[in-house]
């Protein structure tokens, strides 16, 4: 329609300037007296300018038209339809439904059943796994069905499955639902509806809120960290089926460790996100993602010593029962704990290692700055 419209008044001002040529050969005085009465006939510099772009237009199109059959032979070596067998299926719903992080967050809500003071049940435990796991498979894939212009920007998103097209965009809808409507079901009628309400309010914060933040607000990351804790909650709550202070202090165990980790993961893809138009604050406010990660690294420190506060954890250590106690089966919980905290102490400061540099290295590079100068 534009072009139309173009080519319209291409054509009224081809027929003035045609017009007023056939007027040249007049006298100076009646040409001037002629453009005081008829001023609306000037062929003024915007239709010059408009005249010059149609002239450019075209040539353009004649290039264009030129070139089609090259750049159709390159199209058809660069764009392939591709086509999805069965059994490339399985692959393509992990990737949909980030299973990776799926089975972190299964693998968190676990560990709020395993934490809540009541007896082992292995029903309940496994049908909130699965219904947790159904709805974290939900919820990813209607992120991923959301962000298919944003994902295609980005290196580390840009082979995605709706990005590259394997599935359609109603076949990822139809995988979200077929995860979401039954994983809800088990974990509000197979554990208890407070564990299902708490399901559902994850996948709304994470599809309805922090998907559509991330392009408007830094606030997403906390909005984000709020959605990371909640199933560490699910998992208590399906164990004892209320809030307790133990399953809030899980919540925010998750809530706090989530900041150093997404953020030193985002410091690392600051041009990707940039490139993706997301609002994140290793983009946008650098200096407090650095700071807001030491923060809560921080205080994680706190809500550990807020254990035992809340009854959660004993005030005691394996090596003061023991010696309070002496018996065997203190000594026993002793012997094997000292087995796994070894390696996680080297594991732990073998990453907080920090290096010596030799005394006539140090000097060498301390006097550069000044050789420089």
Known sequence: M??????????SVQQKIIANAARSHMSARSLIQLCRKNQAEWITFQHLCFLKRQVLWCRHVTRLNQKQPEA?????????????E?????????????LKLTALVVTTAAAGYAMAPVPFDPVTFLMASVGTGLSSCTANSINQYSEVPFDSNMNRTKNR?????????????SFALACGIPGLTLLTLGVNPLTGFLGALNIFLYTCCYTPLKRLS?????????????????????????????????????????FPHFNALSWNLREDYSRGGYRMMSVTHPSLCKRVALRH???????????????????TYLAFRFYHYGDRQNARKLFFCSLWHLPMLLLLALTCKKSRVPQDEAAVASSMPSLAL
Not at 87 to 97: E, F, K, N, T
Not at 161 to 173: E, K, M, N, T, Y
């Open 161 to 173: 499955p709706l990005v590259r097209g394997q599935i359609s965009p109603l076949h990822a809808v």
């Open 218 to 258: 830094i606030t997403n990351t906390w909005v984000g960290a709020v959605v990371g804790a909640i199933p560490p909650v699910m998992g208590w709550t399906a164990a004892t089926g209320s809030l307790d202070p133990g399953a809030l202090l899980l919540g925010g165990f998750l809530f706090s460790w989530q």
């Open 297 to 315: 690294s921080v205080g994680l420190i706190g809500l550990s010593a807020l254990g035992p506060v809340l009854d959660v954890t004993t005030w």
């Open 72 to 84: 159709r032979q390159l199209e058809a070596r660069q764009w392939k339809e591709l086509k999805v």
């Open 86 to 98: 069965y059994s490339d299926l399985p692959g393509i719903y992990a990737r949909l439904s980030k």
């Open 2 to 11: 534009s072009c139309l419209v173009e080519g319209l008044v291409g054509v």
